[in-house]
């Protein structure tokens, strides 16, 4: 529908205005707010990813997004949200780095392993983002901490699936998959740190450890060789 035709302050009329036209600009505002979102959530995270939480500031993400201060506000209410949204996205993507490999896998043994080296590859190729992901959100805490549990909790079910393919009449306790989470996270971390040795040369040990409570030793070893050759 058309609008009728108004008076500039000049006196002119000015063209009609179309609705299909209105949402045009409505459309390349959206996409212009978020992509100035976009670039603050990236500053958000490199810059806790480089220089940790503890030093994340608006005025910091202001200089590494070059967004202006009244655009961000526009946006989030201050620093914390905006590392909350950026990991909520960032989330979603660990989740499926890790995760897609499992689905696509033939047993769980090789969507393990899979997820084990798509892990390393991603500490070795994007450390600060890593850093930020794994370890500064647990600075953060709040909304972001809970959110990083939730996330915990999937990727600990994907390990505690192999109860589905174990022939084995010793079942685990449930809080196995935790365990051996914790210890993955934990090396990742450690070696993100420059604490330990880079984690793709622990994939091995701790597909062996993984392995072990579901499936038994002789078939951890049978893995950790495997991984070994690869």
């Known amino acids: ?63 590494r997004s070059g967004v202006g201060r009244s655009s961000f506000y526009a946006l989030f209410a201050g620093k914390d949200e905006c590392f909350l949204a950026a990991y909520e996205e960032a989330a979603g993507e660990l989740e499926e780095t890790l995760l897609g490999p499992c ?14 080296t798509a892990l390393a590859r991603l500490l070795a190729e994007r450390p600060a983002w890593a850093r930020a992901v794994l370890v500064e959100v647990q600075v953060a805490g709040g909304a972001a901490g809970a959110r990083r549990k939730e996330v ?52 091995p040990d701790l597909l062996y450890i993984a392995t072990v409570p579901y499936f038994g030793a002789e078939a951890a070893a049978r893995g950790r060789r495997r991984a070994r050759r690869a």
Do not use: C, N
């Open 152 to 203: 915990f909790e999937r990727l600990s079910s994907a390990i505690d699936s192999a109860r589905r393919e174990t022939v084995s009449r010793h079942s685990p306790p449930p809080t196995t998959a935790a365990f051996i989470l914790a210890g993955i996270e934990s090396i990742a971390v450690r070696s993100l740190r420059g604490q330990a040795p880079d984690f793709d040369t622990a994939v």
């Open 103 to 116: 689905r696509e896998a033939p047993d769980w043994h090789e969507g393990l392993a899979a997820s084990l």
């Open 1 to 63: 529908m058309s609008r009728e035709p108004t008076k500039r302050p000049g006196g002119e009329e000015r063209p009609f205005t179309t609705e299909a036209a209105e949402g045009s600009l409505r459309r390349r505002h959206s996409a212009r707010r978020e992509e100035i979102a976009a670039r603050l959530r990236a500053a958000a995270l490199a810059v806790a990813g480089e220089e940790g939480y503890a030093a994340l500031s608006v005025q910091r993400i202001l200089d």
